[in-house]
């Protein structure tokens, strides 16, 4: 399972927030995560045998050609793809969309740092994303989740109880 998607946009944290440890370096500054990684993820699933989660570089570091390569790529090697969003959709994630669509890979959007919208603001973005979606990708889930609650950009309006991630057993559990 591959984690893709922007610098910065948290998906490595997402990654660790599955595993339930900082197993994947995260950093404020970006570039953190250079080449693809993978750590066997102890989940127990059923039918499934070893799920590894599969860490990525963010698509905005390599130029087109090289973004198109990395989707293929990765697509090739996961058997599902987390489209990793933390805002509205870009250009960028447009066509790196299109690539991952086009390997016909099951693939999951998934819209991180919910801690950061008050609740109409985020309902606002996920109306937004889905209207950005082409035809074939309407039908995806889209699920929101707060992989790392920093507490920086959290509103007090949102209700959210921002801690630091780092000390939470499991600071995905429960989307929001
Ligand atoms: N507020 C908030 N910050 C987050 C969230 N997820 C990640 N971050 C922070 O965003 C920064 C980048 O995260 P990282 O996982 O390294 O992003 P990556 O480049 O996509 O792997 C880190 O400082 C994280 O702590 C979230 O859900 N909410
Ligand atoms: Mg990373």
């Known amino acids: 399972m591959a984690a893709f998607g922007r610098v910065g946009v948290g998906k490595s944290s997402l990654l660790n927030a599955l595993l339930g440890e900082p197993a994947f370096a995260t950093d404020v500054a970006h570039g953190c995560t250079r080449r693809r990684q993978g750590i066997a993820w102890q989940q ?85 994303i889905r209207r950005r979606l082409p035809p074939e990708a309407r039908s995806l889930e889209l699920l929101t989740v707060a992989a790392a609650r920093t507490g920086l950009g959290c509103w007090p309006t949102a209700g959210c109880a921002a801690r630091p991630a780092r000390r939470r057993s499991n600071p995905c559990a429960g989307a929001c």
């Open 44 to 128: 127990a699933i059923a039918g499934l045998g070893r799920v590894e989660l599969v860490d990525t570089p963010g698509i905005d570091e390599v130029d087109a050609p090289g973004r198109a390569r990395l989707a293929a790529r990765v697509a090739l090697a996961a058997d599902l793809v987390l489209l990793v969003l933390d805002g509205d959709l870009s250009r960028v994630e447009a066509e790196a969309l299109a690539v991952l669509l086009g390997s016909g890979k099951p693939l999951l959007l998934v819209l991180n740092r919910c801690d950061c919208w008050p609740k109409d603001e985020r309902a606002a973005l996920l109306n937004s």
